[in-house]
C-alpha cells in the first residue's frame, strides 16, 4: 500500500454515516459560514440574542449544534458515538462547558466527569474524554500562578481543590481504564496546565499512558518543551502522553502580545507552524516505547506523513500508541478514511447544554469562514458526495 493525498478523496467512505437530508444541511451550515461577513453578523446577533434571553436555542440546535456536537446529555452523546463506532471510530467525551467562574460550578463538573469516565468503561467505542483546567479552576487564579505571583493563604486553598478535582477524575480515569487529554488554551496560563498535567501523568502513567498534555506548535517554543517533557517522564520513569494541535488561540495571543508589548509566543508563519508540527510528529514516532502520540489536526499533509510513516517502519496502525483525531463534523474525509485503512481514529465529540457550548461552537464557526481554508476543503468534499450520489 503506498499514501497519496488521494486518500482522503474517498467520500463514499467520508460521508456513509450522513443521510442525504444531513449532507445537504450540511452543505447548506458550511456555505453560510464562508461568508465571514455573515458568519460575524450572526455570532454578534446569537451572543445578543443570548444576552436578552431571547428563545434562539431551537435555532442554534438545528444549525451548528447538531453538526459539531453530540448531544445535550451524555445519553445522547453516546448515541452518537455507537454510530461512529460501527466505522471502527472511537469517540472522546467532551463535556463542552465553558467560561463559569464558581467554586460550587467547578465541583459540580467533576461528578459530571467521572460519570462519563464510567460510561466509556461500559462501552467500548469511548477510549477517551478531554477537560479543560478552566472548567475547574478560576481563569485569574492560574494566570497568578502562571506568573509565579505569590498566592495568598485562600488562593493556595483554592489550588489545592483545583488539584484534588483533577486528581479524583484522573483516578477514575486509571481505574476505569479510559484516557484523559487535557486541552492546552491561552498562553498566559498554560504553565500550571502544563504543571497538574506532568504531575498527573507522574502518577498514572507508570505503565500505561492514561493522561496526555497538549502541546500547540503554534508557539515557538514548544518543539524544545516536548523533548524536555520527554526527558522528563525518562527520568522519572513515567510514560509521557503527547497530544499534538497547532493551536486554537493565535489571534488573541497576538493581540495580546502586541497591547501588552511583549513578543508574541506565536510562530512568524504558517509554514513555521507545520514544521514544528511535523517534526515533533517524528520526535514522537521515533521513541514510541516512551510515549504515546495524539496527532490532533485537520492538516491532511500531516495526518499522511505520520500515516506513511507507520507504514514503512512497518508500525501497526492498530497500535494503542498513537491516534488520528478530528472534531466531530470536520474533516469526516481524514477519520473515516483513516479508520477504514486501519489506523486509530477518535472524534471529539462535545455534549452539553446549547448555552453552555456556545464558546465552542462559535471557535468553529470563526475557523470555518475561510474560503480558502477548511470549509473551502469541507464544501468540496460535500459536493463531490453529493454529486456522486446523485450519478450512483
Ligand atoms: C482533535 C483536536 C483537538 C484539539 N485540541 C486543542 C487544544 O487542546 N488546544 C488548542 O489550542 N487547540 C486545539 N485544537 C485546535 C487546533 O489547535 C487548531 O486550531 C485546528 O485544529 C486547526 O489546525 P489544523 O492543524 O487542524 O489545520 P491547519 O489548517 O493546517 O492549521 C491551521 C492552524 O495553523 C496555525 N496558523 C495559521 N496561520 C498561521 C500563521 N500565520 N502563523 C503561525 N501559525 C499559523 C494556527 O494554529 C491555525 O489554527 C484541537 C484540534 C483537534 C482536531
Redesign the pocket.
Known sequence: MSFMLTEFENTRIAFEYRSDKELKHARFLFSSMSSSALTKVGMKLTSLAIALRLPVNGIIKHTLFDHFCGGETMEEAAGTAAMLGKYGIGTILDYGVEGKESEEDFDKAVPEFIKAIEYAASSKNIPFISLKLTGFAYFALLEKIHSRQTLTADEEAAWKRVYGRIDSICKAAATNNIMVLV???ESWIQLPVDELTNAMMERYNKTRVIVYN?F?M?RHDRLVYLEESYRDARSKGYLLGA?L??????EKERVRAAAMNYPSP?????E???KD?DEATLFCLERLDGLALFV????EA?CLKVAKYMLDNKINGDTDRVYF???YGMSDNISFNLSYLGYRVAK?LPYGPVKDVLPYLMRRAQ?NTSVA??TGRELLLINKEIRRRKVD
Open positions: 486541552d492546552a488554551e497538549t500547540q503554534y497530544k494541535v497547532r493551536g486554537a488561540y493565535m506565536i510562530q512568524p508563519n504558517k513555521a507552524t507545520d508540527y490532533g489536526t485537520h492538516n500531516s483525531s478530528q472534531l471529539y475557523e481554508g477548511q
